[in-house]
């Protein structure tokens, strides 16, 4: 895995970050029909029944997989057992009804333009399934056995990652135009994902991970060009053969499971239970964006990895709350490293003899 320095810090004043912190994990309890919220921080159980699903839908739910939230703010549920997608009020607090499609296997959904897109696999076609805020059927574009979608922008492109499990393929669908589906990652034989199911793009770090839904299983990684750069063997670290969702906080890759969720700690190389006992969809981040409201003062200098080094803030910006982490990604391992800050920017070439870049006045 990429090497990364994690530290939690009290709140600095002289970092922006944005004045409310609702956002939040949300994973569907297939086995209570309730969504679980977890700590966008640490994973760890915040509510675990934010959303009492068989009550609101009054029995309609059967298997819901993944919870997602629409350009209007509204949250779709995607429900593998009903066939079928519902939509609530945001947070789950009025149950508004189902869409209009005809549909099989639902995967994974993402918000698309004013509407979303659902990974259909079985019913009347493999394909992705494009539908207008209302639910309403606008559009299918096939991709044999869609496990998910997942919204990410390669080389300035806008698009989607659809993993198929049909193929042992992840495919890069452009936003533009959804028949545009070109091959990020294939699986080319042992050690390589040949059952790709939730795709997640980090909001921290920007990395790429799939869980793997059938031997080796785990959780892959792939840097931007499809390439696979690192794997966690859940299956040696906890018994995990087949994992469902992944998600990456501060600590660590949140993923689940057919036995609830478990936290992989990627510098200890442990693997901890979150939730247990139930059988867990995916992963999904409701709420406000996480990211600090900061501006790019100067550019680093690439270090020894070849890459510049990044700086990302998360928590809240009340000091009383003490909740804020700050993130270092693309550094050199075993490296020492600390967080220095001011009032003032700078930019300072090779202080005190070194390569870098000094940001700060």
């Not at 393929?169 to 390589?192: C, E, N, R, Y």
């Not at 390439?227 to 063997?233: A, E, M, R, T």
């Not at 469902?244 to 990627?266: C, K, N, Q, T």
């Not at 003062?297 to 690439?302: E, K």
Request: aromatic share 8%; hydrophobic share 40%; glycine share 14%.
């Amino acid at each position: 895995m990429t090497q990364r320095s994690r530290y939690w810090l009290a709140a600095f004043p002289t970092l922006l970050l944005p004045s409310a912190f609702a956002q939040a994990i949300w994973v569907p309890d297939r086995t209570n029909d309730v969504v679980i919220q977890l700590s966008q921080l640490d994973g760890s159980i915040e509510n675990p029944a934010a959303i009492d699903l068989f009550s609101l839908t009054g029995g309609l739910v059967q298997d819901p997989l993944e919870i997602g939230t629409l350009g209007t703010g509204e949250l779709i549920l995607a429900d593998d057992g009903a066939d079928e997608l519902f939509t609530f009020q945001s947070f789950g607090g009025v149950f508004l009804g189902t869409s209009n499609a005809v549909l099989g296997q639902v995967g994974g959904v993402a918000s698309s333009g004013s509407g979303f897109l659902a990974a259909n696999a079985g019913g009347p076609g493999d394909a992705l399934v494009e539908l207008d805020a209302s639910g309403a059927f606008l559009g299918d574009f096939p991709i044999s056995e869609p496990m998910d979608v997942e919204p990410i922008v390669l080389g300035g492109v806008p698009g989607f990652l659809v993993p198929d499990d049909a193929n042992d393929t992840i495919w890069f669908v452009d936003a533009s135009d959804l028949t545009i589906q070109t091959p990020f990652h294939v699986a080319s034989g042992p050690g390589q994902n040949g059952a790709p199911r939730q795709v997640h793009v980090s909001p921290w770090s920007g990395r790429i991970y799939a869980a793997g839904g059938a031997a080796p299983g785990g959780i892959f990684e792939y840097d931007s060009g499809g390439n696979q750069v690192g794997f966690v063997d859940t299956l040696a670290l906890a018994g995990v053969a087949e994992v469902r969702g992944v998600f990456e906080v501060p600590d660590g890759l949140l993923f689940s499971h057919s036995a609830g969720v478990s936290l992989y700690d990627e510098v200890a190389g442990t693997v901890q239970s979150i939730v247990a006992g139930v059988d867990a969809g995916y992963l999904s981040l409701v709420g406000e964006p996480p990211f600090c409201d900061c501006n790019v003062t100067c550019t680093s200098n690439p270090n020894s990895t070849g890459m510049n080094a990044s700086l990302s803030g998360l928590g809240s910006s009340i000091v009383s709350n003490n909740a804020l982490t700050i993130q270092c990604d693309s550094l050199p391992a075993n490296a020492t490293g600390f967080f220095i800050t001011s009032n003032v920017t700078g930019l300072v070439s090779g202080p005190g003899g070194s390569l870098g870049i000094l940001c700060l006045g």
